[in-house]
């Protein structure tokens, strides 16, 4: 089994930062991607940001040159650096991870509970 836990979250006003954590435990043998996805209030889950285990990275528009994915491989985790938050990055941020577990060798889609970020003066 393998369980993802996030934290960081919170309260912050417009312009603001957070920065959010994703650990990654159980029977792993190796994580090739993490990434971070959100859920607005009616609005379908979309992501934020995603790296691979070599370090390659990956933004949606809307969050380009505010938010930055890193990740710590002997940690198995990873982060998201949140700048200049705007209202509309309100939402419910997951985390997931592509997991191939140990010691049977099978890929595993597995996600966060999710940790809630709003925006607000």
């Known amino acids: 089994q393998v369980q993802l836990v996030e934290s960081g979250g919170g309260l912050v006003q417009p312009g603001g930062s957070l920065r959010l954590s994703c650990a990654v435990s159980g029977s792993i043998f190796s994580i090739s991607v993490m990434g971070w996805y959100r859920q607005a209030p009616g609005k379908q889950r979309e992501l934020v940001a995603a790296?691979?285990?070599?370090?390659?990275?990956k933004y949606s528009d809307s969050v380009k040159g505010r938010f930055i994915i890193s990740r710590n491989n002997a940690k198995n985790t990873a982060y998201l650096q949140m700048n200049s938050l705007k209202p509309e990055d309100t939402a419910v941020y997951y985390c997931?991870?592509?997991?191939?577990?140990?010691?049977?060798?099978?890929?595993?889609?597995?996600w966060g509970k999710g940790t809630l970020i709003t925006v607000s003066a």
């Open positions: 997931n991870a592509e997991v191939l577990s140990s010691p049977i060798k099978q890929t595993l889609d597995a």
């Open positions: 790296i691979t285990s070599g370090g390659s990275t």
